[in-house]
C-alpha cells in the first residue's frame, strides 16, 4: 500500500486537511467497508483527517439499500451488503475504486450537491483522456458513448452519509473483464449496457487515472465549496 499526504496549500485552502492514499494490489471490500466505518466515526469526531483512497477490489458484487434480489442474476462472487445508496453493482479488477470521506458539515449539507460534485470530477477527468463523459438525470452513474453512438455506462456512483460524514464514492472502468457484469443487472438498469476505457481503444494505467484525478481535486473541493456559497 502507498499513502500520500497532500499538504493543505496544496488545494488552496487553508481549512483543509485532506490525506490521499493509494492502494496497490487488490484490497478486500469487507476490510475496506470496515476501515471507512472507522475513518468516518473519527472524522466527525475530529480526531482523523478526511479522507480521499484510491484503489481496487478482487471480483465482488455489492448490494445497496435499494438492490433487488430478481437483479442478482448469477452471484459467482461474493455479494456484499454494504450500505449505501443504489442497487447491485460489480467491483473488481481492472476497475479503479475511489472512496471519498469528507465532512459534509464543514461545507453545506447537501447529499445531492456532493453526488453532483463527484459527478463533475469523473466526468472533467474523462474528458483529460478524450472520453466524453456524462449523468443523465433519471440514471444512476456515469455514461459515455461508443463509437456506434450507444450510451453506455462507465462509472458508478454510490454513496452514504453518516453524521454528515461521506462513505464509498465511485468506481470508474479502466479495463475490468466485463463478462462479470453480467452476473448482475448493473444499478437496476438492464437496457443500457457497460463498457470501459480499455474497450472504447483508451489504454489507461491505474497510476495515471489516479494522477489525472488528484490534477482536478482543487476543482473537485471548489465545486463543494461554491455550492456552500450558493445555499447560504
Same mark, same amino acid.
Given at each position: #500500500?502507498?499513502? #500520500?499526504? +497532500? ?46 483512497? #484510491? *484503489? ?28 449505501? =445508496? !443504489? ?13 471519498? +470521506?469528507?465532512? +459534509? ?7 445531492? !450537491? ?11 477527468? +474523462? =474528458?483529460?483522456? =478524450? ?37 464509498? !464514492?465511485?468506481?470508474?472502468? *479502466?479495463?475490468?473483464? *466485463? ?8 444499478? !437496476? ?44
Amino acid at each position: #500500500m502507498t499513502d #500520500m499526504k +497532500l499538504a493543505d496549500n496544496s488545494f488552496e485552502s487553508p481549512s483543509v486537511e485532506l490525506e490521499i492514499r493509494r492502494s496497490n494490489g487488490l484490497v478486500d471490500y469487507r476490510a475496506a467497508m470496515a476501515e471507512q466505518e472507522v475513518r468516518n466515526a473519527a472524522i466527525s469526531a475530529g480526531e482523523a483527517e478526511e479522507l480521499i483512497w #484510491m *484503489l481496487e477490489h478482487p471480483p465482488v458484487y455489492t448490494a445497496g439499500t435499494s438492490a433487488d434480489i430478481t437483479e442478482l442474476v448469477d452471484p459467482r462472487f461474493d455479494v456484499v451488503e454494504t450500505g449505501r =445508496g !443504489g442497487r447491485y453493482t460489480y467491483h473488481g479488477p481492472g476497475q479503479r475504486v475511489t472512496y471519498a +470521506l469528507l465532512n +459534509l458539515a464543514k461545507r453545506n449539507k447537501d447529499v445531492r !450537491g456532493f453526488v453532483h460534485a463527484l459527478e463533475g470530477w469523473v466526468i472533467a477527468t +474523462l =474528458g483529460d483522456f =478524450g472520453v466524453e463523459g456524462f449523468a443523465v438525470p433519471d440514471r444512476i452513474g456515469i455514461w459515455t458513448r461508443d463509437a456506434s453512438g450507444a450510451e453506455l455506462k462507465i462509472g458508478a456512483i454510490g454513496v452514504r452519509v453518516r453524521r454528515w460524514v461521506t462513505m464509498h !464514492g465511485f468506481a470508474v472502468n *479502466l479495463s475490468p473483464d *466485463l463478462s462479470h457484469f453480467t452476473g448482475i443487472v448493473p444499478c !437496476g438498469i438492464a437496457e443500457y449496457g457497460v463498457t470501459s476505457m480499455a474497450a472504447l481503444g483508451k489504454a489507461v494505467a491505474p497510476e495515471d487515472w489516479d494522477e489525472a484525478l488528484l490534477a482536478r481535486v482543487p476543482d473537485f473541493l471548489h465545486a463543494l465549496e461554491h455550492q456552500k456559497r450558493t445555499h447560504v
